[in-house]
């Protein structure tokens, strides 16, 4: 499996993204402090910046990116907010949107070493596009992990899953309530710019 290895603050920075979009709140970066004063954009650099803030966020390479564009360019309706909805529907995602691990990143790891069960199923592809009315649990056998056990308790962090989510707080599962929307995208995109560079 390809690992993206990019520092996460000096990522940050240059994408203009705030490290808490991935689970990091206190990242950040010294180096280059006048990075922002930087001449103006081409159209195309504008256009790449975008799409690599997007892959960048849910930890995408450049071929399975574009056939996730390809595959929302199939569907109906707005092909940006469609390539937008598949993201936000991967597994890892909605690992990490549940709370189930701190980052992103851990949340893909997590996923990978097969932590966690679909409809009672383990499944370990985080690219996995959940649906509607599944339940994302935790496996039984990993339960007893200090990295699980964190998040049962009194001393449980509080996590706010988005709306069209609904985490159980008395057990480590949650459920899709329905379809992610455009506005679930919880980080600032101008998805029309990745449409317009992959058009053409």
């Avoid at 996995?128 to 998040?151: C, G, M």
Wanted: with cysteine.
């Amino acid at each position: 499996m390809a690992k993206n290895r990019q520092p996460i603050a000096k990522r940050c920075k240059a994408l203009n993204l705030s490290p808490a979009t991935l689970g990091y709140a206190k990242k950040e970066t010294k180096r280059n402090p006048k990075g922002q004063m930087r001449r103006k954009q081409s159209e195309y650099a504008l256009q790449m910046n975008e799409k690599q803030k997007v892959k960048f966020v849910y930890g995408m390479l450049e071929k399975q990116f574009r056939s996730y564009y390809e595959k929302a360019a199939r569907m109906p309706g707005k092909t940006g907010d469609n390539l937008l909805i598949l993201c936000e529907r991967r597994l890892d995602n909605v690992v990490f949107a549940l709370g189930f691990a701190s980052t992103r990143r851990q949340a893909r790891q997590l996923v990978n070493h097969g932590h966690f069960t679909v409809d009672g199923r383990r499944v370990n592809i985080p690219s996995y596009l959940v649906k509607p009315h599944q339940v994302i649990a935790v496996a039984e056998a990993s339960r007893s992990s200090a990295v699980f056990k964190r998040l049962t308790g009194e001393d449980a962090p509080v996590v706010t899953a988005p709306a069209w989510l609904d985490r159980d707080r008395n057990e480590l599962k949650g459920t899709v309530l329905q379809m992610p929307t455009r506005e679930d995208v919880p980080f600032p995109v101008e998805e029309h710019l990745i449409v317009e560079l992959y058009s053409k």
